[in-house]
């Protein structure tokens, strides 16, 4: 299986700060990984696809880059909205792998 | 627009088994596989396995192989999990999520695990 390991695992930053969350995969992934945003009681939400493509509606504060094992989401500028846990999920192989999340809070 | 919505909550008693449905909706429901997924409370995201609802094909995690039957009837156009001799450590929410295009991926980037339902939760307790 392909582990999937995000730093770090949990953040404070105020609001209009620029803030870099990072994942790593155990082994090549190409760009086949998506960036989840999940708050309290809610499904996940997906933010990135393929990497580096912003999903339709997504605010483009946030944005993806990296391939092969390393991979960051950056949110240009943090909003209160942006509070919860965020989780790469890797979808190259089966079983679908996801990392163990970071936790983003409001300074 | 697409939207996957899942039956309701459960309680169950331990050594019981369970099924979860997943109606998907604004899609052909026969054109992309479904992923299940759950989450324990206060953990993260553990994968369990995939149908195509096109010919039934699944595959499933190796922790839950021999536990969990991934299902589809196309006459309704809805997806089943099923998972059996639930214990304690089974409280979860359970989603289901669109994967990617049984076809392939024809013009990349392609979504894949894009949209979820709106969770089960299933609480196993005597």
């Known amino acids: 299986d392909i582990q999937m390991t995000q730093s770090p695992s949990s953040l404070s930053a105020s609001v209009g700060d620029r803030v870099t969350l990072t994942c790593q995969a155990s082994?090549?992934?190409?760009?086949?990984l998506n960036w989840y945003h999940q708050k309290a009681g809610k499904a996940p939400k997906l933010l990135i696809y393929?990497?580096?493509s912003l999903e339709t509606g997504v605010p483009s504060r946030f944005s993806g880059s990296g391939s092969g094992t390393d991979f960051t989401l950056t949110i240009s500028s943090l909003q209160p909205e942006d509070i919860g846990v965020y989780y790469c999920?890797?979808?190259?192989?089966?079983?679908?792998?996801f990392g163990g999340g970071t936790k983003v809070e409001i300074k | 627009q697409v939207q996957l919505v899942q039956s309701g909550a459960e309680l169950k008693q331990p050594g019981a088994s369970l099924k979860v449905s997943c109606k998907p909706s604004?899609?052909?429901?026969?054109?992309?596989?479904i992923h299940w997924v759950r989450q324990a409370p206060g953990q993260g995201l553990q994968w369990l396995g995939r149908?195509?609802?096109?010919?039934?094909?699944?595959l499933y995690a190796e922790d839950f192989r021999g536990r969990v039957t991934l299902t589809r009837d196309t006459s309704i156009a809805t997806a089943f999990m099923e998972l059996s001799s639930l214990t304690s450590a089974d409280t979860a929410l359970y989603y289901c999520?669109?994967?990617?295009?049984?076809?392939?991926?024809?013009?990349?980037?392609?979504?894949?695990?894009?949209?979820w339902g709106q969770g089960t939760l299933v609480a196993v307790s005597s």
């Open positions: 604004g899609y052909s429901f026969s054109a992309y596989y």
């Open positions: 149908v195509s609802p096109k010919n039934g094909a699944t």
């Open positions: 999920q890797q979808y190259t192989n089966l079983p679908l792998t």
């Open positions: 999520a669109r994967g990617g295009y049984i076809g392939g991926c024809r013009d990349p980037p392609c979504r894949n695990i894009d949209n």
């Open positions: 393929a990497a580096t």
């Open positions: 082994q090549d992934i190409g760009n086949n």
